[in-house]
């Protein structure tokens, strides 16, 4: 059986984490694995003392990328999604050109799938999500944060995705979506590459 990477890549609280949960649920929790790219860096922040704010981890990725090369986290992705086992490999998510084209040159089959909604909606999920830093920002400051370099390429690398899920709707609305992706686009892709989904 083959093995199918699904690449994300999105603005802040578009809901890619909620696109994994319904992948999982649809393909089998023990049949999916997730790489995240921000789970990496805020654990690496941590580790230097830093508060995992998305400035601080902006910082980091920029300082790192000066002392190891801007592949220094593609590479890292790269090993993991190569090493995985399981018919689906998630790797969230893309924010750099270099992620782009390290998913497009795996010897895997792969889907890039950019899951967007309005800031809008994003800045009200930011105030509701407890995370470190997030739910204090003003609309504002949520907006500069947009501009952050490692923000700045997603809206480009989103407009070469090979699909695009809007997912500012209703939480109704958005489960729907998440589902009807899984049953129909994400079975057609799994079938082209004969990846066994559930």
């Known amino acids: ?29 023990e049949r999916v694995i997730r790489h995240c790219t921000g789970d990496i860096i805020r654990q690496m922040a941590r580790d230097r003392g830093l508060e995992p704010t998305r ?18 986290l593609a590479d890292a992705i790269r090993t993991n999604l190569l090493a995985a086992s399981t018919p689906v490999v998630i790797f969230d998510s893309m924010r750099q050109l270099v992620d782009e084209q390290m998913v497009i040159r795996l010897p895997l089959q792969h889907l890039r799938v950019y899951v967007t909604a ?11 999500r407890q995370r470190t830093g ?3 920002l ?7 944060h947009e501009k952050l370099p490692m923000e700045r390429l997603i809206s480009l690398i989103g407009d070469r995705a090979n699909d695009v899920l ?4 209703s939480d109704n609305e958005n489960d ?6 899984c049953q129909r686009r994400l079975r057609k892709y799994a079938r082209q590459c004969a990846v066994d989904m559930a």
Request: with cysteine; charged share 25%; hydrophobic share 35%.
């Open 1 to 29: 059986m083959g093995q199918l990477v699904i690449a994300l890549v999105g603005p802040q609280l578009a809901g890619k984490g909620k696109l994994v949960g319904a992948i999982e649920d649809w393909c089998g929790r």
């Open 55 to 72: 400035p601080n981890c902006d910082q980091l990725v920029r300082d790192l990328s000066s002392e190891h090369g801007e592949c220094f």
């Open 118 to 128: 309005p800031p809008e909606v994003r800045y009200q999920r930011a105030l509701a």
């Open 134 to 136: 997030e739910h204090q």
């Open 138 to 144: 003003s609309w504002k400051e949520f907006q500069s």
């Open 166 to 169: 809007d997912n500012g709707g």
């Open 176 to 181: 729907t979506m998440r589902q009807e992706f």
